[in-house]
Nanobody
Framework: QVQLVESGGGLVQAGGSLRLSCAASGSIASINTMGWYRQAPGKQRELVATITSGVITNYADSVKGRFTISEDNAKNTMYLQMNSLKPEDTAVYYC???????????WGQGTQVTVSS
């Protein structure tokens, strides 16, 4: 089974940017839809962005216009470019394959994103 490892998180001031990476242990070319999730302290994990067939993207309203999801099949890596970050974006960010609205793979450790005011 493909395993995913998130990286690229860190501490950034409001208005700043970060680029998260989701590296797969195997090919992701056969995975139709992948997505980024986040979980803030005391809150449920939420889906923030998806990418289907490498080109069709969808975003939660809260991040639309600020985040960009992409993938590079040659590198077996998915990315989340986050711009104009807000304190409310603070969370642990996870990636996963998605099928039928459900996460397909085991969850990794995620990567912490902290946005200061």
């Amino acid at each position: 089974q493909v395993q995913l490892v998130e990286s690229g998180g860190g501490l950034v001031q409001a208005g700043g940017s970060l680029r998260l990476s989701c590296a797969a242990s195997g090919s992701i070319a056969s995975i139709n839809t992948m997505g980024w999730y986040r979980q803030a302290p005391g809150k449920q994990r939420e889906l923030v962005a998806t990418i289907t067939s490498g080109v069709i993207t969808n975003y939660a309203d809260s991040v639309k216009g600020r985040f960009t999801i992409s993938e590079d099949n040659a590198k077996n890596t998915m990315y989340l470019q986050m711009n104009s970050l807000k304190p409310e974006d603070t969370a642990v960010y996870y990636c996963n394959a998605i099928r039928g609205g459900r996460s397909l793979l085991n969850w990794g450790q995620g990567t912490q994103v902290t946005v200061s005011s």
